[in-house]
Each structure stands twice: as C-alpha cells, then as structure tokens.
C-alpha cells in the first residue's frame, strides 16, 4: 500500500451532518496504532481536514527553508578558514543538530499530514518521538555552551583560559551524549512515544496517569528546560554587567582625557564580542519560544490543569519545529564575517556587502580568538 493516498474527507463531512455523535478523531488512526492512543482523545471529534492541509504545507516549507539554510551555514563555515575558530565550532554543530531535525522530521510530517493519520506504524513513531525530542536536546545545550563560551571571553576576559578546538569537540560530544541518553529512556520503559493529539505526530506521553511516566516530563523538562534556561540566564546576565561596566569605565576614562571617546583594536574586539553574544542571546531567546508551548503542553497533561483539544497539539508541534528556522537567518543578518563568505560563495542570495567598520571589528575577533588558541 502507498504511504501517500488521497485524504479522506468522509468521517468530518459525516459528523458535521450528524453533529460528530459516533466519530472521534482517533477514527482515523490504524489499528496497529490504537495501543499507543490515549482514551483521552476518544472525546474529541474529527479535526477538520484543512489544519492538516495547512499544516503539511507549513512544515513542508520550514522543512525546505531550514534545510537549505542550515546546509549553507555548515558549508561556509566549514569551508572558510577564517570561520573554522572553536568557537564556531558550537555554531557549526547547532546548524548541524537544526539540520537533522528538519530532514528527518519534515518529510514524514508531511506524508501524515497528507493522510490525516500516522502511517508508519508504531517502530517509526517512537522514532519520530526520538528525533524531535534528541535534536531538541543537542540544539539548547549547544546553545547553552554558546553562552558559556561568551560568558568566559567576555567577562573573564584575559584571565579566561580560552576555549581550543580539542575542548569544543569534548563539549560537543558531550552535549550528544547527553541528549541521547535522555531521548532512549522512553524506548525502555521510563515514559514512552505515542500519536500526539492530532495523530499526525509523535512526542512524550503525558497522559499517562501513572508516576513512573509523569516523572520522565518532570526530570527531563528540569534537565533540558530550566537547568540550560538557568544556566543562560546567569551567563548574560553577567555578560550584561561587565559591558555595562566596561561601557561606563570607558566614559570616565574620556572625560578625564577631554575627548569624545576612546576607541582601540581592544575596545574594537570587546564590542565585536558582545555583538556575537547579542546574537547567541536571541537565538537561544527563539529557541525558548518555540519549545515553551510544548513544555507547557507537556505540564498540562501531567498536572491535568486544562483541556489540551488535537488543535492545539498542532501549534505545539508547529512552533517547536520552527526553531531550526530561526538560527541560519540569524547568523546570516548579524555575523558579518559569515555574510562576507555568504556572498562569495553565492553571491546572488547576498543582498549587499557588509561595511567596512563590521569586516574590520569581525576580523579583530577572530584574530583575537586566533590569537588566544595559539596562546593556549
């Protein structure tokens, strides 16, 4: 049997006229499926075809968007000398964790959305559930060494032992063992993947009643929700500080002297850094917005605090997938060394070059960075 058939749209147009009595939206879900579905979603009716539709559609094109991206971000910053400091090596595993989700998981997102149902059986949503919840994991706490990362340049400043290329692959293996660590416990017993309410998807279960299942939601979500937040938070707002500090040292410092301001290749390489920490900051601000409403999905099925409709699991499921979209445009618009290679290499997605006070402030920071490494 085909995985793409045509959508049937007899079970909602037969509700509609009969007032959905008899029909729920788990009518569509296959019978090798029903053992993972939830009694919770027998109450709701079918879902009206056209959210699927739309929802393909959307994933289908932040699919594409986020692939073509993300490929391009671990193409230049792979092939450009210059690019390729420790630092950017957090960069280059976060496009690449970004990459993976959207081409395992847009695709198949798509044929189900098609077929308003799961299609692929039980192995594959566990599968599905894996994924998502793996790459998810691997993208916040690359962003969370990010934060480290910028938190030790700059508020340490040259005290800081700087970070090498044998340092950020530690790091970066570690953050995948993490991740993966965590993502299997459902495979095993503590938790599980099943049909999200749309039943087009699959992610953790938090309807479960039981507290062998709850406390996988309540140890993951501290794990991989607020101990990076935590984390993040307390590196910028240290990172916040020392600029704030630094910014009014330098004020001071020119009054005494009777000039405007006082502007070195130091006072160059600090505001470069705390360019690229604006960057890693909205970032990570993006990622926390689109995994916040699964989160509290996730705390409202465990804790029963309102009705969670399959509409809702859609939006879920929507922003949180949206996440690999954000991080190669933001690169792309604030990381002036990467648009200077973004336009060489294909120069008819550039829009313009950039100018030549950014290339000069980017290049002071990655020789400082080269410079550091050498020293190390």
Not at 219 to 231: G, K, N, Q
Not at 236 to 244: E, G, H, L, R, S
Request: net charge positive; aromatic share 14%; glycine share 6%.
């Amino acid at each position: 049997m085909s995985l793409i058939s045509e959508p049937s749209y007899n079970a909602y147009s037969l509700g509609r006229q009969s007032g959905f009595n008899n029909l729920t939206v788990v009518d569509s879900v296959r019978p090798e499926m029903l053992h993972l579905v939830d009694a919770y979603w027998y109450q709701f009716p079918p879902m009206n075809p056209l959210w699927h539709g739309l929802l393909g559609f959307v994933i289908g094109v932040l699919g594409f968007i986020s692939v073509t991206g993300n490929g391009m971000v671990l193409y230049i910053f792979c092939s450009t000398k210059s690019l390729r400091t420790p630092s950017n090596l957090l960069v280059v595993n976060l496009a690449f964790s970004d990459f993976l989700m959207m081409t395992c998981m847009s695709p198949i997102m798509v044929i189900n959305c098609y077929n308003e149902t799961w299609v692929l059986g039980p192995f594959m949503c566990e599968i599905y559930g894996m994924c998502g919840s793996l790459f998810g994991c691997a993208s916040i706490w690359t962003m969370t060494m990010i934060a480290l990362d910028r938190y030790n340049v700059i508020v340490k400043g040259l005290s800081a032992k700087p970070m090498t290329n044998k340092g950020a692959i530690l790091k970066i293996l570690g953050v995948w063992v993490f991740s993966i660590m965590w993502t299997i416990f459902p495979m095993f017993g503590w938790n599980r993947y099943v049909p999200e309410g749309n039943m087009t998807a699959c992610g953790t279960d938090y309807l479960t009643k039981d507290w062998v299942s709850r406390s996988y939601i309540l140890v993951y979500s501290v794990w991989v929700y607020f101990a990076p937040l935590l984390t993040i938070i307390y590196s910028y707002w240290f990172i916040v500080k020392a600029v704030a500090a630094h910014e009014k040292q330098m004020r001071e410092q020119a009054k005494k002297m009777n000039v405007a301001s006082l502007r070195s290749a130091d006072q160059a390489n600090t505001s470069a850094e705390c360019k690229l920490a604006k960057v890693a900051l909205m970032t990570i601000s993006l990622w926390f917005f689109a995994w916040t409403p699964y989160l509290v999905t996730n705390y409202t099925g465990i804790f029963e605090g309102a009705k969670i409709s399959p509409l809702a699991t859609i939006w879920c499921s929507l922003f949180a997938k949206a996440n690999a979209v954000y991080n190669p445009i933001v690169y792309g618009i604030s990381h002036p060394k990467y648009q200077a290679a973004l336009f060489k290499k294909f120069p008819s997605l550039a829009c313009a070059r950039t100018d030549d006070d950014s290339s000069s402030v980017a290049s002071g920071t990655t020789t400082t960075s080269e410079e550091k490494t050498t020293a190390a």
